[in-house]
């Protein structure tokens, strides 16, 4: 197939990294999908530094199938880079966003669609129910999104992730935004147009390990709440005021008690070493935060590109 005339209408997006295990599944869904297609559509795969054998399947899927892509980044960059990479090199109309472990199921694509056709430009895949997730996981996911609801500066919707389809009018300005440390679902929700959910129940990774660790879920919630709220500054602030007032009025105490009860042992050591601990705590929290943004600031003004890519499949070479 000559991949200068290929205009697809719809593409997927699918980043991988170490799902050897679930690659071969993965394609025989979404193939069976896109063959329910009323137009020409195409999957990217994005390797995002795999240490198995999932580049070899992807070469090997892109040979016996030319409407699979796949882009092999030169390392590993992280999921939301390299979702950020399969939006730069989508070429449809529509693009939907999916994960390799088949939690998100490609068989919800058509009714996304549906919507799309409906006039709605993003169509977001709400999470109704987790199987098989551990209570810990399912308690803490649900705090982050109400957390994230409450205080970010944009109305992000709750129990959602990068499951998703947008128009490509959303993704060409998604492509020229050009911030660094990236959380997708709040992007899109930034951007605006009309957006709407279908709901559904999550299903249990097909197969391997979660990907996405405690550390890195946390990571990630914590880059969500600098990238799109203020609060975290304001927090300094409240806490700086809040040692202030404790401050006075344990000055006021021990002038109290030196006065009316100089043989008080609350006016000792111990005293002093709280009050000393619970600054210093303030002090450090407030640093923290402060480090967070300028953090930010200094990964932005480097300007060294988003991601670099060691090898291509299945698009043109002049690209």
Known sequence: MD??????????????????????????????????????????????????????LMRGLQQDDPRVSYL?????????????AGLNFARGEVIIVLDADLQDPPELIPRMLEKWRQGYEVVYAQRTKRKKESWFKRYTAYIFYRLLKRLADVDIPADTGDFCLMDRRVVNVLN?????????RGLRAWIGFRQTAVKFERD??????????FRKSLSLAINSLVSFSRVPLRLS??????????????????????????????????????AIFFLG?????SIGILGEYIGRIYEEVKGRPLYTISEIGGFDEKR
Do not use: C
Request: net charge neutral.
């Open 3 to 56: 991949t200068q005339k290929f205009s697809p209408i719809y593409s997927l997006i699918v980043p991988v990294y170490n799902e050897e295990e679930t690659l071969l599944e993965l394609y025989r869904r979404v193939s069976s999908v896109m063959d329910s297609l009323d137009g020409a559509g195409e999957l990217i795969l994005v390797n995002d530094g795999s240490r198995d054998n999932s580049l070899y």
């Open 237 to 274: 602030t409240y806490l700086g005021l809040l040692s202030a007032g404790l401050s006075f009025i344990m000055a006021f105490l021990v002038l109290y008690w030196r006065l009316y009860q100089p043989k008080s042992p609350i006016t000792g050591f111990a005293t002093i070493m709280i």
């Open 204 to 213: 249990p990774r097909f197969a391997g390990e979660v990907k996405y660790t």
């Open 72 to 84: 092999g980044l030169a390392r590993n960059f992280g999921h939301q880079t390299a979702v950020t």
């Open 176 to 184: 020229q935004m050009p911030e660094r440390n990236r959380y997708i």
């Open 281 to 285: 705590s303030v002090q450090l929290i």
